[in-house]
């Protein structure tokens, strides 16, 4: 099956739009984005391994199911976030994860 990335960048476009409403975003952030592990012998390893050369920090979630990649600070528009989200997904489907949405953080 292949990836959508444009309704990936559609729903993190429609994500920041939301998130803006309300609120006031600084102007740049930490992001974390979210991966699911898809199979059982996903190598965990060589996918935290291809974030960090990349520029990623990974944290493994304690449900033993997902991985967070954070990158930044970087600006906190929808170009930038998504540009970050492509590289981090590309990767993440190569290595059975998918992706599951993103967070600014501290």
């Known amino acids: 099956m292949t990836h959508n990335y444009e309704a990936q960048r559609r729903e993190t476009f ?5 998130a803006g409403r309300g609120m006031r975003l ?5 992001v974390a984005f979210e ?7 996903a190598d965990w390893d060589a996918f935290e391994k291809a ?6 920090k990974t944290k493994r979630g304690t ?7 954070t990158t930044g600070p970087i600006a ?15 990767l993440a489907l190569r290595f059975e994860f998918y992706p599951d949405g993103w967070e600014l953080t501290d």
């Open 76 to 90: 906190v528009t929808p170009e930038a976030i998504w540009s970050e989200e492509r590289v981090a997904t590309e």
């Open 35 to 41: 991966f699911f592990v898809e199979e059982l012998d």
């Open 26 to 30: 600084p102007k740049t952030s930490m």
């Open 51 to 56: 974030l960090r050369v990349k520029g990623f």
């Open 14 to 18: 429609d994500t920041f739009k939301q």
């Open 63 to 69: 449900d033993g199911e997902t991985l967070i990649a």
